[in-house]
């Protein structure tokens, strides 16, 4: 009778054991899985993070940055000595069949958006693979530009149409290679044509300069200067680059500040700051 009580006792102890071994294992195999499960999310969302921007990404991000309505206020009320209140407009023209993507581009003073002093076309690609850039941006001469006087201002059926935009881009101006900005530094993308500049005979100029950055919340900053022989600038800003930002919509009083109302003899403070539409 003891013994029995015993070997049932010892039983019930091996038994115990067992479920208890058992729960430990159950255990330790769901923890492994959600061990596995978390490093493997992980990985994929590191991946989706640090998933590498193709050649492409980097023009779409330029191209969006430089399109739209654009003022330099903010710099005129600093320093209205040496900067115009001014208008930047861009919009999407056409797109090559290499998939370039072509934007007008115009600037006027900010009384008189219908009275643009410079119209271009960009034309925005990714460098070539052997070259230490990531987007290329090219401005182009317009066969006529008094077709396209305020072409994103209007209604698309009333523009001249992409097929008419390619065969209207006349002579090549300048090329500027951009790079994607380092991390910390307020831009996203910088660059410039390269020293020796594009050939320019406006005001006595020999060649040409170009500087671009694209800031974020599509902000940016574009510096152009003309040079002699002997390496004089003659036209141009010189204490830096204009600063282009997006505005809401105007209001009347802003209408009437001073700054949309350079004084009358100012033909030579523009002639030199800008190359005019000839």
């Not at 797109?95 to 119209?119: C, I, N």
Request: with cysteine.
């Amino acid at each position: 009778m003891g013994t029995d009580s015993g070997s049932a006792s010892a039983s019930a102890s091996a038994s115990d054991s067992d479920s208890d071994s058992n729960t430990n294992g159950w255990s330790r195999a769901r923890g492994l899985v959600l061990k596995t499960l978390v490093l493997v999310g992980g990985a994929l969302l590191l991946k989706r993070f640090t998933k590498s921007t193709t050649r492409w990404d980097h023009t779409r991000i330029v191209t969006q940055s430089l399109s739209g309505e654009k003022f330099s206020k903010e710099q005129a009320s600093r320093d209205p000595d040496n900067y115009f209140n001014l208008r930047w407009l861009s919009c999407p023209a056409a797109e090559m069949v290499d998939g370039s993507k072509v934007l007008y581009v115009e600037q006027a003073f900010w009384r008189t958006p219908h009275k643009p002093f410079r119209q271009r076309f960009y034309m925005v690609k990714p460098c070539q693979k052997e070259m230490k850039c990531d987007v290329e941006l090219s401005s182009y001469a317009i066969r006529d530009v008094e077709e396209y006087k305020n072409f994103c201002d209007r209604p698309k059926d009333q523009r001249p149409q992409p097929d008419e935009v390619i065969g209207d881009v006349a002579e090549h101006l300048t090329t500027i290679y951009l790079k994607r900005c380092d991390r910390g530094k307020r831009c996203l993308y910088e660059g410039s044509t390269p020293t020796d500049g594009f050939p320019n005979s406006w005001n006595g100029a020999s060649y040409c300069t170009s500087e671009l950055s694209v800031l974020k919340n599509n902000e940016i900053h574009t510096w152009e200067k003309g040079y002699d022989d002997d390496g004089n600038q003659v036209w141009g800003v010189k204490g830096g680059p204009y600063e282009f930002k997006p505005a809401p919509a105007s209001s009347f009083v802003d209408m009437l500040s001073p700054l949309n109302f350079p004084p009358l003899p100012m033909e030579k403070r523009i002639e030199g700051s800008f190359v005019l539409q000839e």
